[in-house]
C-alpha cells in the first residue's frame, strides 16, 4: 500500500512559478513510476507529466511541455513538478499518482495504469 500526499499549491500571479511536492509512504516506492494529473473546473482530469521508477525516465502533454519539470527523490521518497510561466488555465487541482507498472509514452495518461491517488491541491493563477 501506497500513501500521496500533495503539497505546494496556492495562489499564484500569472507568469509566476511553484513547485508542487508528492509525499509518498509506504513500501516500494522505488519501484513505482508517478505521475501528475490535474482537473480543472468543469473538465476532466488530464495528466501533465509523468516519471518512471529506475531510469526516471519522463513523459509530458503538450499543454505544459517546456514549462513543467518532474523529478523525483528516492531518498525521500518524493516526487516534485516544478513550473514556470503560469497561466490562468493552469488552475486546477493538482493529483500525484502511483504505478507499479513501467509508464510508456502510449499509455502514461490513462488514469486505470495508476494504483495510489493523493487527495491534490488547488493550484490557482489569478491576478
Known amino acids: 500500500q501506497l500513501q500521496l500526499v500533495e503539497s505546494g499549491g496556492g495562489l499564484v500571479q500569472p507568469g509566476g512559478s511553484l513547485r508542487l511536492s508528492c509525499a509518498v509512504t509506504?513500501?516500494?516506492?522505488?519501484?513505482?513510476?508517478i505521475g501528475w494529473f490535474r482537473q480543472a473546473p468543469g473538465k476532466e482530469r488530464e495528466v501533465i507529466s509523468s516519471?518512471?521508477?529506475?531510469?526516471?525516465?519522463?513523459f509530458y502533454s503538450d499543454s505544459v511541455r517546456g514549462r513543467f519539470t518532474i523529478s523525483r527523490d528516492n531518498a525521500k521518497n518524493m516526487v516534485y513538478g516544478h513550473m514556470n510561466n503560469l497561466k490562468p488555465e493552469d488552475t486546477a487541482i493538482y493529483y500525484c499518482?502511483?504505478?507499479?507498472?513501467?509508464?510508456?509514452?502510449?499509455?502514461?495518461?490513462?488514469?486505470?495504469?495508476?494504483?495510489?491517488w493523493g487527495q491534490g491541491t488547488q493550484v490557482t493563477v489569478s491576478s
Open positions: 499518482a502511483a504505478s507499479r507498472l513501467r509508464l510508456g509514452s502510449d499509455n502514461y495518461g490513462l488514469e486505470p495504469m495508476y494504483d495510489y
Open positions: 509506504g513500501v516500494d516506492f522505488h519501484y513505482h513510476a
Open positions: 516519471i518512471n521508477a529506475g531510469d526516471s525516465s519522463t
